[in-house]
């Protein structure tokens, strides 16, 4: 089994217990209650069915019970393998095709309509929802908090790394995984809060309802009042040869195996898109045991944070900027993946072919809000805000107050809130926290003196300030540009013990301590969030800001702060380098000669594949992953039948998959472009219930009868 | 002044086939929409039966024509419409019921329909796995059959735009001007359309149409829900229609499509009268438990989607047809009752072909064969016998 047994950050997890099941006949294990998929994916099992069109090989895509790629034939039913807790004595097969239905002809049980009430309706319990939770709740709403995941937390579960923002606003320092338990607490703190996981929200309807597929079992429907759509983001997709094979998956799906399952998912992966998300999923990655061929960026920027991406470049990863991938290949699965320079409209340039050896294709290219309940309440007339990504997409620390402003605005809107419940402080703190990048400046060259200092690689504008509210001794102040968080840091005092609080706090091990021990001999203390139980001994090969190699020595000692959970790691170097050294490369990318650079080498290499065929517009390339449609069978029919009208793909069968349209309705409009039609001239698709799958047996809650009739909502739901 | 020979308004389940037939007959035809594009009105709610059992002779005889032509587009045009000869199959669970069915075979066969009763053993053996034990028999038409009205939509427009249909969508109709006893031209999206022959086949918002034209049609649009199911691999064969009713419903039906999905709808009782199109919670578990009642194997089916669409009702549930004596150019092809999928194209070949021989006569020379039509379906009939099979 390719399990994650030494994470540095996540601890294993306890009372696990390895069970054994079948998979197409032949016995193999995982472990009880995990996604059946993760289990599969852990024993390197990675293709789950067959197409029914085509026959073309299926596996795990958004591993977030969106997609339904991953659908298998569980004990003889078709189920989404994601989400379905593995069971012991399991009967787990491969689709061939379109599944065959049970012949289950007993007669019906028993038909039974399950329904509560609240006064406020949260679909999505992440950062954002559980904070407009606990804001209600202080109100004394009866809240209704639906999650679809198993734990509540949202996304905040996957991220093993610290907090940007500020301690006062948003836990700054604080990993997300810990954030998520406090936020939690927070909403249940209130008796009237709610909280049902594993209850993804599957439709909302017209006399002011939701209905919930609750456990994935049953079918309950919630009366409510007022709506607070807080379902998050979903990953956009990319279209390109070889996007539909097993190991392509979206970054969030990558860091969920890895982070959330501990399952070593891949051996080598490669990166499209240097966003946070693929930022970050490089440093799971390495965390995780598992290699990074690189991150590719079709555009000339990073696009993520400049401190993300510095600690990436120093871990040895290269972050290539113009280049995109052109083609992924293998059989059943991804074994390699090209990548090609890309010219200003973003076209490969032929004869710059690359290519990679690599199991996985990790799609970080950016996310979507999840704001259909929204716009559907809406239109029914339903009083309903949206909050977090489902609002506007950005980082989770601005999620928590988009989540509180959206309860007091709501709370306001019906009539019982308390008049001037509504601190303007929020919103400004939330705009600040969902703040892009702003400007880089140059830092003045540090010369190590005999007291330590710190020195900053933070030098561009974030929403980030923990260094300067961790120093016990008010030493690090931020330079007034903005007169906000995003204002850089920089050592105000002359006073530093060299406690190395900074050093530990900061999210973007962004900086580090020095002092001078001898006329040519200074030391330096580093931030580290891998294992050091091993090679330690050996000399570790330290780097500047940007992960040129400097020196190679060995530390000379090392000592954890538990409460952030980082090594701090202290060197002795030459001292006219000494605050230069920004980090240490990854014990795996050592062997490589030296960092590469942001720009590939491009060789001419004989290519395997056409420039035609690298085109990013490959007619034969499928859009539709849940029909199989390409791209030229929904050009040839918008030319053929003029259309303009995004709806009348649905004669191809486009959107009316097991997704719904989730992952192709943002691909079409390059259909449109390529057939001659402006997009902006495109009617978009009408969005109907279901958002997810429900089995006709759910609906009437047939099993129930087995449990007991133990009731649904548990509090504040009379 | 855009001049055709015949502008019709709505690009649906009816005008679509009707624009196609009248154009390769060597019209100019006109198609308007207030829509973005082709179908969006009621056809892409019909769950996609097509059938001729019918009670009335008429829409029998409308419906083979149409089941002709559904049947052969592959063939004939290269066209899918995922047409498949499955069948409809009307289950009986007690006497009174037989009896009534039998007593419309006579008459079905009559009209030229191939329809028998069968016992719970070929009922079974077309749909395994349903409940047989109330069940008595039903009857059983074999030519039946459905299709989707997606591709249906796009094959037709597909063909009246290859025959040279002019296409105006997003083209809402502001005036209707009438000189005497016909209309002279109509206003819509910022143009004037003058034509020999003006055709209303606007579905649910007949109506609406008929009104701006001054008079009025007892055409009444009231809601149906529907849903479709993941695709699996074909297990039954005909549309099964239950026509028993309890406390909250009426009939409801489902078959499975050619590509796997089972579809499906509901009458909710009491009917829902307007034009409020958003799903409520009531649908799902109530036509679920119906159909897991009478076919429990659908159990493990998942659901994939639901929606709302309109059924443009008469008082007797029969479609209007004809030409009103206070607009004699202005043709009434409405009140489809919800069968405007399945009557459009045999409807649009009918007529295209009457208005081919002679314009606006409702009783050509030489259309003897379908001229009654306009006698039954008459806009100025009395409305007083009912559909059975509704």
């Known amino acids: 089994m390719n399990r994650i047994e030494h994470h540095p950050i996540l601890s294993a997890k306890k009372n696990l217990t390895l069970v054994n099941f079948s998979f197409d006949g032949e016995e193999i294990s995982g472990y009880e209650g995990e996604p059946v998929a993760s289990a599969l994916i852990s024993e390197g099992r990675h293709v789950f069915s067959y197409h029914f069109r085509d026959g073309f090989p299926q596996g795990l895509f958004c591993a977030n019970g969106q997609c339904s790629q991953c659908t298998m034939l569980i004990d003889g039913i078709p189920k989404k393998s994601c989400v379905t807790p593995l069971a012991k004595g399991m009967d787990v097969r491969t689709i061939h095709g379109l599944p065959r239905l049970p012949s289950q002809d007993s007669p019906l049980v028993q038909a039974e309509r399950r329904s509560i009430r609240t006064d406020i309706l949260i679909i999505g319990a992440g950062p954002a929802g559980l904070a407009a939770a606990a804001e209600l709740g202080s109100m004394g709403f009866q809240v209704l908090v639906a999650d679809d995941k198993p734990q509540a937390g949202g996304k905040l579960i996957l991220q093993t790394?610290?907090?940007?923002?500020?301690?006062?606003?948003?836990?700054?320092?604080?990993?997300?995984?810990?954030?998520?338990?406090?936020?939690?607490?927070?909403?249940?703190?209130?008796?009237?809060?709610?909280?049902?996981?594993?209850?993804?929200?599957?439709?909302?309807?017209?006399?002011?309802?939701?209905?919930?597929?609750?456990?994935?079992?049953?079918?309950?429907?919630?009366?409510?009042?007022?709506?607070?759509?807080?379902?998050?983001?979903?990953?956009?997709?990319?279209?390109?040869?070889?996007?539909?094979?097993?190991?392509?998956?979206?970054?969030?799906?990558?860091?969920?195996?890895?982070?959330?399952?501990?399952?070593?998912?891949?051996?080598?992966?490669?990166?499209?898109?240097?966003?946070?998300?693929?930022?970050?999923?490089?440093?799971?990655?390495?965390?995780?045991?598992?290699?990074?061929?690189?991150?590719?960026?079709?555009?000339?920027?990073?696009?993520?944070?400049?401190?993300?991406?510095?600690?990436?470049?120093?871990?040895?990863?290269?972050?290539?900027?113009?280049?995109?991938?052109?083609?992924?290949?293998?059989?059943?699965?991804?074994?390699?993946?090209?990548?090609?320079?890309?010219?200003?409209?973003?076209?490969?340039?032929?004869?710059?072919?690359?290519?990679?050896?690599?199991?996985?294709?990790?799609?970080?290219?950016?996310?979507?809000?999840?704001?259909?309940?929204?716009?559907?309440?809406?239109?029914?007339?339903?009083?309903?805000?949206?909050?977090?990504?489902?609002?506007?997409?950005?980082?989770?620390?601005?999620?928590?107050?988009?989540?509180?402003?959206?309860?007091?605005?709501?709370?306001?809107?019906?009539?019982?809130?308390?008049?001037?419940?509504?601190?303007?402080?929020?919103?400004?703190?939330?705009?600040?926290?969902?703040?892009?990048?702003?400007?880089?400046?140059?830092?003045?060259?540090?010369?190590?003196?005999?007291?330590?200092?710190?020195?900053?690689?933070?030098?561009?504008?974030?929403?980030?300030?923990?260094?300067?509210?961790?120093?016990?001794?008010?030493?690090?102040?931020?330079?007034?540009?903005?007169?906000?968080?995003?204002?850089?840091?920089?050592?105000?005092?002359?006073?530093?013990?060299?406690?190395?609080?900074?050093?530990?706090?900061?999210?973007?091990?962004?900086?580090?301590?020095?002092?001078?021990?001898?006329?040519?001999?200074?030391?330096?203390?580093?931030?580290?969030?891998?294992?050091?139980?091993?090679?330690?001994?050996?000399?570790?090969?330290?780097?500047?800001?940007?992960?040129?190699?400097?020196?190679?020595?060995?530390?000379?000692?090392?000592?954890?702060?538990?409460?952030?959970?980082?090594?701090?790691?202290?060197?002795?170097?030459?001292?006219?380098?000494?605050?230069?050294?920004?980090?240490?490369?990854?014990?795996?990318?050592?062997?490589?000669?030296?960092?590469?650079?942001?720009?590939?080498?491009?060789?001419?290499?004989?290519?395997?594949?056409?420039?035609?065929?690298?085109?990013?517009?490959?007619?034969?390339?499928?859009?539709?992953?849940?029909?199989?449609?390409?791209?030229?069978?929904?050009?040839?029919?918008?030319?053929?039948?003029?259309?303009?009208?995004?709806?009348?793909?649905?004669?191809?069968?486009?959107?009316?998959?097991?997704?719904?349209?989730?992952?192709?309705?943002?691909?079409?409009?390059?259909?449109?472009?390529?057939?001659?039609?402006?997009?902006?001239?495109?009617?978009?698709?009408?969005?109907?219930?279901?958002?997810?799958?429900?089995?006709?047996?759910?609906?009437?809650?047939?099993?129930?009868?087995?449990?007991?009739?133990?009731?649904?909502?548990?509090?504040?739901?009379? | 002044m855009k001049n055709y020979d015949v502008v019709i308004i709505g690009a649906g389940s009816v005008g679509l086939p009707l624009s196609w037939q009248l154009a390769e007959k060597g019209l100019k035809v006109a198609l308007l929409d207030e829509e973005a594009s082709w179908g969006r009105g009621q056809n892409r709610a019909a769950i996609g039966g097509i059938r001729a059992t019918h009670s009335d002779p008429a829409k029998i005889r409308i419906c083979l024509e149409s089941i002709r032509l559904f049947s052969s587009m592959q063939e004939k045009y290269g066209l899918d419409m995922e047409w498949r000869e499955g069948g409809y199959l009307y289950i009986a669970f007690d006497e009174a019921t037989k009896q009534q069915f039998c007593a419309l075979l006579k008459k079905q066969k009559a009209a030229g329909l191939d329809i028998e009763w069968v016992g719970p053993e070929t009922i079974y053996r077309l749909a395994p796995g349903l409940r047989t034990d109330d069940l008595i028999g039903g009857t059983y038409s074999p030519q039946d059959g459905y299709a989707s009205p997606l591709m249906a939509a796009s094959a037709f427009h597909y063909l009246a735009l290859a025959a040279g249909v002019s296409f105006f969508f997003n083209t809402k109709v502001k005036a209707i001007h009438r000189e005497g006893e016909r209309i002279s031209s109509i206003e819509a999206g910022g143009e004037s359309f003058s034509a020999d022959i003006f055709v209303n086949a606007a579905g649910a918002k007949a109506a609406d149409i008929a009104k701006i034209a001054g008079f009025d049609l007892p055409v009444f649009p009231d809601c149906h829900e529907a849903g479709v199911t993941e695709p699996v691999e074909r297990f039954m064969e005909p549309m099964i229609v239950d026509v028993r009713s309890d406390a909250e419903s009426g009939n409801y039906y489902f078959y499975q499509a050619a590509t796997g999905q089972i579809v499906f709808c509901i009458t909710p009782r009491p009917q829902i009268w307007g034009r409020d199109k958003d799903s409520t919670s009531t649908f799902l578990p109530l036509v679920v438990r119906r159909m897991l009642e009478l076919y429990p194997r659908l159990r493990n089916l998942r659901v994939r989607r639901t929606w709302r669409g309109m059924y443009p009702m008469t008082p007797d549930g029969l479609p209007i047809i004809g030409y009103p004596d206070m607009a004699v150019n202005f043709l009434q092809l409405v009140g489809m009752c919800g069968q405007g999928f399945m009557m459009g194209p045999g409807l649009g070949s009918i007529i295209s072909r009457s208005i081919a021989a002679s314009g606006c006569h409702e009783r050509p020379e030489g259309f003897t064969d379908y001229g009654f039509l306009f006698d039954e379906l008459s806009i100025n009939r009395s409305f007083d016998h009912a559909e059975l099979l509704s």
């Open chain 1, 161 to 718: 790394h610290k907090f940007f923002g500020s301690e006062a606003d948003c836990y700054a320092g604080t990993r997300g995984i810990d954030i998520a338990n406090i936020l939690q607490e927070e909403a249940l703190q209130y008796p009237s809060v709610t909280i049902l996981t594993n209850a993804p929200v599957v439709g909302i309807y017209k006399d002011r309802k939701a209905g919930i597929y609750l456990n994935y079992e049953s079918y309950l429907l919630v009366e409510f009042t007022a709506l607070v759509v807080a379902a998050g983001a979903r990953e956009k997709a990319l279209h390109f040869p070889g996007w539909d094979l097993p190991g392509v998956i979206a970054a969030g799906a990558f860091q969920t195996l890895v982070n959330r399952d501990l399952v070593k998912a891949y051996m080598k992966i490669l990166i499209i898109g240097s966003g946070n998300v693929g930022l970050i999923a490089a440093y799971h990655a390495l965390q995780a045991d598992i290699e990074v061929a690189g991150i590719f960026e079709a555009a000339g920027r990073v696009n993520g944070y400049q401190v993300h991406a510095d600690k990436i470049r120093r871990l040895g990863i290269p972050i290539h900027l113009n280049t995109t991938i052109t083609r992924a290949e293998g059989c059943q699965k991804v074994q390699r993946a090209y990548v090609a320079a890309v010219d200003e409209r973003f076209q490969p340039i032929p004869g710059t072919t690359r290519d990679y050896e690599v199991d996985s294709v990790l799609i970080a290219v950016g996310l979507a809000p999840c704001n259909e309940f929204l716009e559907q309440a809406r239109r029914y007339g339903i009083m309903a805000v949206a909050a977090g990504d489902a609002s506007e997409i950005a980082e989770a620390s601005s999620a928590i107050y988009g989540g509180k402003t959206a309860a007091a605005n709501l709370a306001l809107m019906l009539g019982l809130g308390k008049k001037g419940a509504i601190d303007p402080g929020w919103e400004k703190t939330r705009k600040v926290l969902a703040s892009r990048p702003g400007d880089c400046y140059e830092r003045s060259p540090i010369v190590p003196g005999k007291e330590w200092r710190p020195v900053f690689f933070c030098s561009e504008e974030i929403p980030c300030n923990p260094c300067a509210t961790v120093c016990p001794l008010r030493s690090i102040e931020l330079r007034s540009m903005q007169g906000n968080i995003m204002d850089l840091p920089y050592f105000a005092g002359d006073r530093c013990t060299g406690c190395g609080a900074c050093v530990a706090i900061c999210p973007g091990l962004a900086i580090t301590l020095v002092r001078r021990v001898a006329d040519d001999k200074a030391q330096v203390v580093l931030p580290w969030e891998f294992n050091v139980d091993s090679g330690l001994e050996e000399d570790m090969e330290l780097v500047d800001q940007k992960g040129e190699v400097l020196e190679r020595v060995p530390i000379i000692s090392k000592r954890k702060v538990q409460k952030r959970n980082t090594w701090l790691l202290t060197f002795e170097v030459d001292v006219a380098h000494a605050a230069r050294i920004a980090g240490v490369r990854h014990l795996k990318t050592q062997q490589v000669p030296r960092p590469q650079k942001d720009t590939i080498e491009f060789k001419n290499i004989p290519s395997i594949i056409s420039v035609e065929k690298s085109s990013l517009e490959d007619l034969d390339t499928v859009v539709c992953r849940c029909e199989r449609i390409t791209l030229r069978e929904i050009v040839d029919f918008i030319k053929k039948n003029d259309v303009k009208d995004a709806n009348q793909l649905k004669s191809l069968r486009v959107g009316m998959g097991a997704c719904g349209g989730k992952t192709c309705s943002q691909l079409i409009a390059k259909a449109f472009i390529i057939a001659g039609v402006n997009p902006a001239e495109i009617e978009p698709f009408t969005q109907r219930p279901l958002f997810m799958e429900v089995p006709m047996g759910s609906l009437v809650n047939e099993g129930l009868h087995k449990l007991g009739g133990k009731d649904a909502g548990t509090r504040g739901a009379p």
